[in-house]
């Protein structure tokens, strides 16, 4: 395994600043001062709930909550369009709506929230009033939000459905924060950046800028033989260092070319308490027959995970 430490020096010039903005980095990055939580009843959603707590306690934020079901299809193409209605009545919608709300209201209120209102700034809750809504509305409407909070879709019922998580990933544009199963004793400590020098990698890391600049340490964690052409771990650790953020490169090999079974051993063996990765560099359907490093973390992290795409 071979490092570098925050303080080695890299040959050649350092971009300047306007090659940083290019290169999609900023040197005044957003807090995530808004976070959107989808609320489902499955058996996560505590876990998720205290996840978008701490999170918002890290940075005084906003926290919306958003009762969250299936799309259920209009129109099926057989050989003749046959309507197919919602499972779930009007009635069954306003309950479930409602369940949903109380079940988060109450956590906030239970861990002593303040509700938002007009000139309040801080931490604070509020709650979405449209009633029961699809995956396909959670997409859009997490674009004006800074960050959306989920639970880990590990395929089981009574779980997050990776539907969810999916629109939240391609629809919103924005950082997706994958909450473990268990609150994690400490979040945002040590960060790790699983780096395969893709597009949808550089987007994580970029939305991950205000957490990294509160960690204590910061590692880039290349695997040998994985990824795509781009910069190494190296330039993206000096480019952070730029921002203030103390990191170092990493590699490690992977011959088992299993690689979410290797960033997740690696993580835990840095004592990771977050995990920083782009979302689906494989399309969707060959991670479905192939397999993957996004399905596999997705499906089996323990940390929490900041996702992009």
Not at 117 to 122: D, F
Not at 149 to 172: I, K, M, Y
Not at 292 to 309: C, D, E, K, R, Y
Request: charge should be negative; charged fraction near 20%; aromatic fraction near 6%.
């Amino acid at each position: 395994m071979r490092t570098e430490g925050p303080h080695d020096a890299l040959g050649g010039i350092p971009p300047s600043s306007k090659a940083l903005a290019e290169m999609g980095f900023q040197r005044d990055n957003n807090l995530m001062k808004s976070i959107l939580v989808p609320i489902e009843d499955h058996g996560q959603i505590e876990s998720q709930l205290e996840m978008a707590l701490l999170l918002g306690r890290t940075f005084d934020s906003y926290i919306e909550g958003l009762a969250i079901t299936p799309d259920y299809p209009v129109v099926l193409p057989v050989d003749i369009a046959i309507g197919v209605p919602s499972p779930l009545t009007p009635e069954n919608r306003f309950e479930m709506a409602r369940g949903c709300r109380e079940r988060f209201e109450g956590f906030m209120t239970t861990k002593q929230i303040s509700r938002s209102s007009a000139g309040l700034a801080g931490l604070s809750f509020g709650w979405r009033q449209d009633g029961l809504m699809e995956d396909a509305f959670l997409g859009a409407y997490g674009r004006v939000f800074d960050t959306v909070v989920v639970g880990r879709p590990d395929g089981s019922n009574g779980q997050t459905r990776l539907s969810t998580v999916e629109s939240a990933l391609f629809e919103t544009g924005r950082p997706v924060l994958i909450a473990p199963p268990s609150v994690p004793r400490t979040f945002g400590e040590v960060a790790v950046i699983a780096w395969n020098r893709s597009t949808e990698t550089a987007r994580a890391v970029l939305g991950s800028i205000p957490l990294l600049k509160k960690a204590r340490r910061v590692v880039v964690l290349e695997l040998e033989d994985w990824g795509v052409p781009g910069p190494s771990g190296s330039e993206l650790a000096r480019s952070l260092r730029m921002h203030d953020i103390a990191a170092e490169a990493m590699s490690a090999p992977d011959p088992s070319d299993k690689p979410g079974d290797t960033i997740l051993a690696e993580a835990a063996s840095l004592g990771c308490d977050l995990l920083v990765k782009g979302a689906y560099t494989q399309s969707r359907l060959r991670q479905m027959f192939f397999g993957g490093a996004t399905s596999h973390i997705l499906s089996n992290t323990t940390i929490p995970v900041l996702m992009a795409h």
